[in-house]
């Protein structure tokens, strides 16, 4: 089993960046593949981007592929989701999950943990 603690969400203006951070608990981090979905109000949970176990593959929805990067440290078993360029309609609770036996999914299914998410809210 594997706990999520996500962190770096807050208020930012259109236009600036930010750099989400995943902490996973465990030694086991390095054998699931690692995923980021957002939920606005009112909306379902989408997905966002994916990156397999070794961080060689990523998956990146269409919607956010030009402006967010999907990274992970095995060593720190930390995740990251690098945004720039963010938009009003980035607005969002921004959840963590981990998977382990899929490559790169894009369902909220497939994922078998989640963390608690961060709060980011983009002012225009």
């Known amino acids: 089993q594997v706990q999520l603690v996500e962190s770096g969400g807050g208020l930012v203006q259109a236009g600036d960046s930010l750099r989400l951070s995943c902490a996973a608990s465990g030694r086991t981090f390095s054998t699931y593949t690692m995923g980021w979905f957002r939920q606005a109000p009112g909306k379902e949970r989408e997905f966002v981007a994916a990156?397999?176990?070794?961080?060689?593959?990523?998956y990146i929805a269409d919607s956010v592929k030009d402006r967010f990067t999907i990274s992970r440290d095995n060593a720190k078993t930390t995740v990251f989701l690098q945004m720039n360029s963010l938009k009003p309609e980035d607005t969002a609770v921004y959840y963590c999950a981990a998977d382990t036996d899929g490559y790169l999914p894009s369902r909220v299914s497939e994922y078998d943990y989640w963390g608690q998410g961060t709060q980011v809210t983009v002012s225009s």
């Open positions: 990156i397999s176990r070794s961080g060689g593959g990523t």
